[in-house]
């Protein structure tokens, strides 16, 4: 029976009677009872197992809702982190979607429009626009460019433009999509205040292009205006004259005066010059005293010669410096396209020409280019003061050749070659100015610096510890080195300061120079050979070729003249002197050096009469410095990779 109803049967007592079938009523009840906690049980679970999972989901639900407040808090610091570095932005950057309307705009952006944000967001596409087209100075130009956006909404936008307060941006212009779908949202723009960057890029140009102390255009302005010339008047068939002014005596102020007075002179100079010319014509100064003028577009030569007669003229008149009176002449030559020149360098180079010309006519005159005296002039005058300048200015460069051991093909030694690198960049070589050199008495003052130069090099090599730093160099010394008693003193003097390993350097001496005076070429050779620098006998065969000095000076090398190579393979007369020459210098245990190698027939005959050293473009034509070391370089590497060849063939 069940405990509740015992219970209760209890608490009446005795009063009820328990009969089979009141029996049956009490099992039945009980029954009931049981089935009645069974399902107060089965509920309660139910109900436990509710709660727990409602507790569960709760809790899930405070988490997520925690959650999502945390992604909240960070979405808006995120928003306001990329708002402040987006107004923190001196550009002007704002997005509009597909309507055109503004959906975001940071600071400058604003200022830009001049209107807050609020506002902004107000305005319609159509409104945004107008308000940006009245900002600019020449909306049309810019409407062109939002033409071109509304073709192709993908398209990406760049340019300038410049509003009515003289201010120029650069904008860009992109459109905003989405990642997934690729579907347009709208677009961002970005503009930028290059005001400032365009005056300082103008400034720069403007610098780079005009001489610095009178403001005139400067050569490279003044070659770019003249090649620009010259297309127009090809087309035109019409002419242009270009005409170099030089100031005669100028020099006179600088040294009388002082630099200052003279560039303040210099000046003044230009601004007549400049006063006295059309506005369409154009004036440069070159350098220095040197001013260039470029007169176009005309059918009357007379023209040319009336405007350089004012520019005379222009100098005549006097000039007054610290209260006294000079006077300044010009000399001006000119060069008439298409007669004279083609191209800008040409005209430039005529004009100079005629330029000396005119100076050699006694000054304050002007001349035309004349073909006939071109030489006479580029040579006598124009070269002559330019070889003095470069002396100066030390214009000179160095090419070094290599010179190979005909049996083992190592690079055994350089030779020094010198270039002179004129005003217009182009290289001279020695047979276009050493003649003149010697002429003018130059030619010491040539070889000191090329000794320099060569010795620099030659401590650079070594400090670099380069392939190059063992290889020993050969420079050129003419006979007119050694009339200078003095000469070889600096020699010395060059190589004790640069504190250079000795034997790698060598000189050249030709016949002639030992001849003019035997007894101090043996003393200044004895002193050399002290020294442990080596001598070169250049272009042996070619001079007096006397026997009996080679015993009695002390030189290491016979150099074979080109001449003989030339023509050896098929001059037996030649090939005789040749052989000859290897022969006698072997005799006398000195070494023997051809040069003018050209061909592999060369190199193969002169390896078989036993030649120890070949020169020639057939190894290697002369090379400046960095071409240089990238030949040695790629010489060893060959050399190395021969050797191992051989190790791996035993």
């Known amino acids: 029976m069940h405990r509740l109803l015992s219970r209760i049967l209890r608490k009446k007592g005795n009063g009820i009677k328990v009969t089979p079938e009141t029996a049956q009523v009490l099992d039945e009840i009980s029954k009931a009872f049981e089935q009645c906690d069974t399902d107060r049980a089965m509920l309660e679970h139910s109900l436990q197992l509710v709660s727990d999972e409602l507790n569960e989901i709760n809790s899930q639900l405070k988490h997520q809702l925690k959650q999502t407040h945390l992604y909240q808090e960070q979405t808006i610091a995120t928003l306001a982190r990329q708002q402040a570095l987006v107004d923190a932005s001196p550009e002007a950057v704002f997005s509009f979607n597909r309507e055109g309307q503004i959906t975001d705009i940071n600071i400058a952006g604003c200022q830009f429009f001049d209107k807050t944000r609020e506002d902004l967001f107000k305005l319609d596409g159509e409104q945004v626009l107008l308000l940006a ?13 939002i033409n071109a956006m509304f073709m192709d909404k993908f398209s990406k936008l760049h340019g300038f433009f410049k509003t009515k307060n003289k201010r120029i941006f650069e904008f860009y212009c992109i459109p905003e999509i989405a990642n997934e779908t690729k579907k347009y949202l709208g677009r961002v723009w970005c503009c930028r205040d290059v005001t400032e960057i365009r005056e300082q890029q103008n400034l720069l140009k403007h610098k ?38 030089d100031l005669d005596d100028f020099k006179k102020i600088n040294d009388t005066l002082s630099h200052a007075e003279g560039d303040k002179f210099l000046i003044t100079v230009a601004n007549r010059f400049k006063q006295t010319l059309r506005e369409e014509d154009l004036i440069g100064r070159l350098g220095g005293d040197e001013f260039l003028v470029l007169l176009e577009q005309t059918d009357d030569l007379n023209n040319f010669d009336k405007v350089a007669k004012r520019l005379l003229s222009t100098t005549e008149n006097s000039f007054f410096i610290k209260g006294h009176e000079y006077r300044v002449t010009s000399s001006i030559g000119i060069a008439v396209y298409p007669k004279d020149g083609k191209d800008a360098d040409e005209l430039i180079s005529k004009a100079d020409i005629a330029m000396y010309q005119a100076k050699h006519n006694g000054k304050n005159s002007l001349s ?39 049996e083992t093909k190592n690079i055994v030694g350089l030779e020094a070659l010198v270039r002179w690198r004129t005003e217009q960049g182009t290289l001279l070589y020695p047979d276009s100015f050493i003649s003149l050199a010697e002429e003018l008495g130059v030619i010491s003052q040539i070889t000191l610096i090329v000794l320099e130069k060569v010795i620099t090099d030659i401590k650079q090599w070594q400090q670099s510890e380069t392939v190059l730093s063992n290889i020993p160099v050969a420079i050129n010394m003419s006979a007119l080195d050694f009339d200078d008693k003095t000469f070889i003193d600096g020699v ?11 034997e790698l350097l060598k000189i050249e001496l030709t016949e002639t120079a030992i001849f003019k005076d035997v007894d101090y070429v043996k003393q200044v050779l004895s002193r050399l050979q002290a020294h442990s ?57 000195l070494n023997v050096v051809a040069e003018g190698v050209e061909t592999e027939k060369e190199e193969l005959l002169l390896k078989s009469m036993k030649c120890d050293i070949g020169q020639g473009y057939q190894y290697a034509k002369p090379l400046n410095k960095v071409q240089l070391l990238n030949f040695v370089l790629c010489q060893s590497k060959l050399i190395n990779q021969a050797n191992e060849r051989a190790v791996n063939n035993k």
């Not at 214009?395 to 010179?403: C, I, K, T």
């Not at 010395?492 to 000795?502: M, R, V, W």
Request: proline share 3%; hydrophobic share 40%; glycine share 2%.
């Open 208 to 245: 780079a292009y005009h001489d610095n102390l009178t403001n005139l255009p400067n050569r490279a302005l003044l070659i770019e205006s003249i090649k620009q010339a010259v297309n127009r008047a090809r087309r035109s068939g019409k002419h242009i004259a270009v005409m170099f002014i």
């Open 368 to 406: 035309y280019f004349d073909e006939k005296l071109e030489k006479d002039i580029q040579f006598k005058l124009y070269q002559e003061n330019k070889l003095r300048k470069a002396i100066e200015q030390k214009s000179f460069v160095m090419h070094y050749q290599p010179q190979f051991c005909m």
């Open 533 to 589: 620098i080596g001598i070169a006998i250049d272009d042996f065969g070619t001079g007096y070729s006397s026997f009996a000095y080679l015993k009695d000076l002390a030189i290491n090398t016979l150099k074979i003249d080109k001449s003989f190579i030339e023509d050896f393979i098929e001059n037996k007369t030649s090939e005789a002197i040749v052989q000859s020459i290897i022969a006698l210098a072997h005799n006398l245990n």
């Open 492 to 502: 010395f003097d060059y190589i004790k300061k640069a504190n250079i390993t000795p």
């Open 133 to 145: 087209l009245s900002k600019l100075e020449e909306p049309d130009v810019f409407i062109n460019d």
